[in-house]
């Protein structure tokens, strides 16, 4: 990507004003969802409604065009027919426009030929004037961290800030993305419906968010690419810095066709995705919900430097099912040194499996064993990540104040994911903080909490070594890895 | 390489078995020790060079699939069994070039499957897996965009489900890991280096105790692709 577009995008992102063209009062209306969105998420620019026949819309003043805007326009979004779309964007050139937004579809994407030859006139236009374009034929995009929802659904201002930017060729998939999120309890830095990849496709997606402070885990789903060699490039080169997870779909036969009409570009074959990815340094998943989890494991975990696993449980059951997962990905149940192990051992009377995974039932009265035995595991060699687990069970109830303290200070030194579950209202409140203060990462449900662990060992195992494509023969050089953790505060 | 040019300029699709082996030769890839014999004098002096037992096989540049047209006798192990062998074979095969390819026989149990496609996206793609008549059926096979490195080799070889045949399994001696990964490699590097190639399969690549030999490959062109 030139110098210009991708200093451009810094502004597309982080706008001082929006210009809405196609802002609209009338709610049947997209322009009139975007206005929604712009003024009721939290941004704190100007926002300049175009609109030839309004006065002022949603309180702020109406313009005739963008041109009858005196002062400079960092951000457009465009949202009204296809047709009118070079006009806008010949204006946006002219007027030194730095980003655009085009939530308007009808162009590569139709049958009608038509829709292809506008594609191509809006896209020199842009590439001329280095304007980078997110669409068209998309929602639109959401900065969590500048309070700019430039997409047509106010909604999505619901989902908090955080550290993972989703970057996805599906409106439908970033709304499921966003709304399952809400209900995790997790957050994004960004969410960005790249559409038809007019000038902005994943490739440069991804060199943007290789240095976007607000972002520490990458998010991709993918339906189907065009220029598949650049974006292993631009993945190869943003994994050196920061994790990349991403799912795929059209495998199946049907996903295929879906595809094809749907972005207009050619599906490849699902292995062979699967393989590049891998070859990219990318962490693929299988579905919607492993996306989430392993990205979020990924923006606030450390990294382990090893694959020896402690699984800590209150109960012995989710710890057997947490072994499954951990056995099938590659993760290895440490050995405790003979220190912890006798730790261990003073705690816990000999009823239950003392040795890795640990079977904490027999201490379920004592809250302090509990905490004991965790800060032993914590400080033992073999052990690079912990799984810790604990259903609520009335007599345990002030088990995860007791360790609170301790978790706290420790500061996942090494990632700690757990599955801490009780009846709604009981321990949330408590779990959210410990989240939120970085302690930990929680999941519902055990095998999720192992599969997330499992994804951020694939991130630490991958290989550090990526040559270029084009120089199959040149000797290895070796890259440092840069610990998402330094870059951030 | 003048091997593809020439079936080019002939208007071929592919190439033959022995012209196939002749490019992964050139590549470095381990073959089979095999000549063309187009009568029994050929045949003798072939067989007696090469060693016994040998296998023949019905040669023609059209022959995709010759177990299904029986067109391979095995285990051949004197020259009266050979010469039958011949004429049976060149009763069957149908074009004027009445040549049979004799061959080495190589004895191993593990059967495994390197192969190329190209990708409209990535480009050559290079497979690995299990081999033999099972390939179809198991489909237990694993990829990586070309150009592989060393890593990509050997990390691709693990993740099949039937990895442990490379192990030393069954009295078997553990197969040649790099040896392995320098064929994949090489795979690689032919459908990079060579746009007209279009797919590649080696099935099956054979482990001789340790060491990986191609027993059959099949190179398929097209000269419109790049």
């Known amino acids: 990507m030139d110098n210009k577009k991708l200093q451009n995008m810094r502004y597309l992102f982080n706008p001082s004003n929006v210009a809405v063209v196609g802002a609209s009062q009338n709610p049947g209306k997209l322009g009139f969802h975007v206005m929604k969105s712009l003024t009721q998420g939290g941004y704190n620019g100007e926002i300049i409604p175009i609109n030839p026949s309004a006065q002022e819309i949603m309180g702020h003043r109406a313009f005739k065009s963008l041109d009858s805007y005196a002062h400079d326009i960092d951000l457009v979004i465009v949202v009204v027919p296809a047709k009118f779309v070079p006009h806008v964007f010949r204006e946006c050139a002219n007027k030194g426009v730095k980003g655009i937004v085009l939530i308007t579809a009808g162009f590569k994407e139709i049958e009608d030929p038509l829709g292809a030859e506008l594609h191509e006139q809006i896209r020199s236009i842009a590439e001329d004037a280095h304007i980078p374009v997110i669409g068209p034929n998309t929602f639109g995009m959401i900065n969590f961290h500048a309070g700019l929802n430039s997409s047509f659904t106010p909604e999505f201002s619901r989902i908090r800030k955080g550290k993972v930017a989703l970057v996805s060729q599906s409106g439908g998939m970033s709304h499921l993305m966003g709304f399952l999120a809400i209900r995790e309890d997790m957050g994004f830095s960004k969410i960005v419906g790249i559409g038809n990849r007019l000038n902005v496709d994943f490739a440069e997606m991804l060199e943007y968010l290789s240095h976007d402070p607000d972002t520490r885990a990458v998010a991709l789903y993918v339906e189907g690419i065009d220029e598949a060699r650049s974006l292993l490039q631009a993945a190869r080169d943003c994994t050196k810095i920061k994790p990349i997870v991403a799912y795929k779909t059209g495998s199946a036969r049907v996903g295929d066709m879906a595809s094809a009409s749907h972005t207009g570009s050619v599906a490849g074959d699902y292995d062979i995705y699967n393989a590049a990815f891998k070859q990219a340094g990318i962490i693929p998943v299988v579905d919607s919900q492993q996306l989430l989890d392993t990205a979020k494991a990924l923006a606030h975990c450390p990294i382990p430097s090893g694959n020896g696993i402690a699984i800590l449980s209150g109960q012995a059951g989710p710890g057997m099912a947490a072994s499954d997962v951990c056995e099938k990905h590659g993760l290895n149940i440490a050995r405790f040194t003979d220190s912890t192990q006798a730790r261990i051992n003073e705690l816990l009377p000999p009823l239950a499996l003392r040795t890795n995974p640990v079977d904490m039932g027999p201490a379920w009265y004592d809250a302090s064993a509990i905490a004991g035995i965790v800060e032993a595991v914590l400080n033992d060699e073999n052990v690079d990540a912990i799984l810790l687990y604990m259903m609520f069970a009335s007599a345990n109830a002030d088990a995860i104040e007791r360790m609170t303290g301790l978790l706290q200070q420790w500061n996942q030194q090494k990632p700690i994911i757990s599955c801490l579950l009780s009846p709604p209202g009981i321990w949330d409140d408590q779990v959210r903080d410990l989240e939120q203060k970085g302690a930990l990462v929680n999941y519902p449900t055990p095998e999720r909490a192992a599969l997330a662990l499992a994804g951020l060992w694939k991130y630490a195992n991958k290989p550090q070594r990526f040559n270029k494509l084009n120089e199959p023969n040149k000797p290895n050089e070796p890259n440092e890895r840069i610990d998402p953790m330094t870059l951030i505060d | ?226």
């Open chain 2, 1 to 226: 390489m003048d091997v593809i040019k020439k079936a080019i300029e002939q208007g071929r699709k592919m190439l033959s078995e022995h012209e196939s082996k002749k490019l992964l030769a050139a590549y470095g890839i381990p073959v089979t020790k095999e000549r063309l014999a187009r009568n029994v004098g050929e045949l003798k002096q072939a067989a007696s060079d090469i060693g016994y037992p040998i296998v023949l096989k019905g040669h023609s540049p059209s022959l995709a699939h010759k177990t299904e047209k029986g067109l391979i006798r095995v285990d051949i192990r004197n020259e009266q069994e050979a010469i039958e062998a011949f004429n049976e074979i060149t009763e069957n095969v149908e074009n004027n070039e009445k040549a049979v390819l004799v061959q080495e026989m190589i004895k191993g149990q593990r059967e495994l499957v390197v192969g190329l496609t190209r990708d409209p996206q990535f480009g050559p793609c290079v497979m690995f897996g299990l081999g033999g008549i099972f390939t179809e059926i198991l489909k237990d096979i694993s990829f990586r965009v070309a150009p592989l490195e060393k890593h990509d080799a050997l990390e691709m070889m693990r993740e099949i489900k039937g990895h442990k045949i490379l192990d030393a399994v069954r009295g078997m001696p553990a197969a040649d890991i790099d040896a392995l990964a320098d064929i994949l490699i090489a795979v690689g590097r032919i459908g990079l280096e060579n746009d007209d190639v279009k797919e590649i399969d080696i099935n099956p690549l054979i482990l001789q105790g340790s060491k990986p030999v191609a027993v059959d490959a099949l190179v398929v062109l097209d000269p419109n692709g790049a």
